[in-house]
């Protein structure tokens, strides 16, 4: 168990947070925005269903079905908090009347280029704590079950994180929301649209892009099994 959270990728997730609170400092401080802290508490949204695949595989390691499963019923609640970080993007937004979208004066505003510093180190860090999580998942499944029922798996997985950040987004329910089933089934209906098959298809076309190229790195370049 302690080799989970002192291991590579626990070090890697820990040393990613020094970016995160220190970009977010930047921005908070410069612009006078202290809620803005908020962005960081999305980042341990994201980093969680990272742990939770270490801890499954570490189970799954050990022979032990029963934590393993746990945790990998942990990781598949909590992973669709990773691609939905994409969704903080929309507050590049605030700028569209400024001087962020004015080509002669873009340089001027560092109130706005530091918000785009933010939202880089913490979006692409909450969507690689995901796709990280998912690889070491992926090939549990791969072990377990086969490469056909693995590719299965995070297809699956893929279309229903896309559901989990459309109701996320729009129906505002979270992960722990699942202890509430009813609520969580009212606001989910409640919240579709015409938008909602667009919105799912879309978020589940980038997820996918975005792991099949962390695969490919993992695969390839690192040269994992």
């Known amino acids: 168990m302690k080799s989970v959270f002192a291991g590579n990728k626990a070090k890697f997730a820990y040393f990613s947070f020094i970016f995160i609170?220190?970009?977010?400092?930047?921005?908070?401080?410069?612009?006078?925005?202290?809620?803005?802290?908020?962005?960081?508490?999305?980042d341990i949204l994201a980093v969680i269903p990272?742990?939770?695949?270490?801890?499954?595989?570490?189970?799954?390691?050990?022979?032990?079905a029963v934590p393993a499963v746990i945790f990998g019923f942990l990781w598949l609640l909590f992973f669709p908090n990773s691609p939905y970080m994409m969704t903080d993007l929309k507050y590049t937004s605030y700028f569209k009347e400024s001087a962020y979208l004015e080509y002669e004066k873009i340089g001027t505003n560092v109130t706005a280029w530091l918000i785009?510093?933010?939202?880089?180190?913490?979006?692409?860090?909450?969507?690689?704590?995901?796709?990280?999580?998912?690889r070491i998942i992926h090939k549990i499944i791969n072990k377990?079950?086969?490469?056909?029922?693995?590719?299965?798996f995070c297809t699956i997985t893929i279309l229903l994180?896309?559901?989990?950040?459309?109701?996320?987004?729009?129906?505002r329910v979270n992960s722990?929301?699942?202890v509430r089933p009813i609520f969580l089934i009212e606001k989910s209906l409640n919240s579709l649209s015409e938008f909602s098959p667009i919105f799912i298809a879309v978020f589940s076309i980038a997820t996918a892009m975005l792991y099949v190229l962390y695969y490919a790195f993992d695969k390839f370049v690192i040269k994992h099994d």
């Open 21 to 42: 609170i220190i970009s977010t400092a930047m921005y908070t401080f410069y612009a006078k925005e202290p809620h803005w802290w908020y962005i960081v508490w999305n």
């Open 50 to 64: 990272l742990f939770a695949a270490m801890l499954c595989e570490h189970y799954f390691s050990k022979k032990k």
């Open 144 to 152: 377990r079950f086969g490469k056909a029922t693995g590719v299965a």
């Open 116 to 134: 785009v510093l933010n939202l880089t180190v913490t979006v692409i860090l909450g969507l690689l704590f995901g796709m990280m999580s998912m």
């Open 161 to 171: 994180s896309s559901f989990a950040i459309y109701i996320g987004r729009y129906a």
């Open 176 to 178: 722990w929301d699942i």
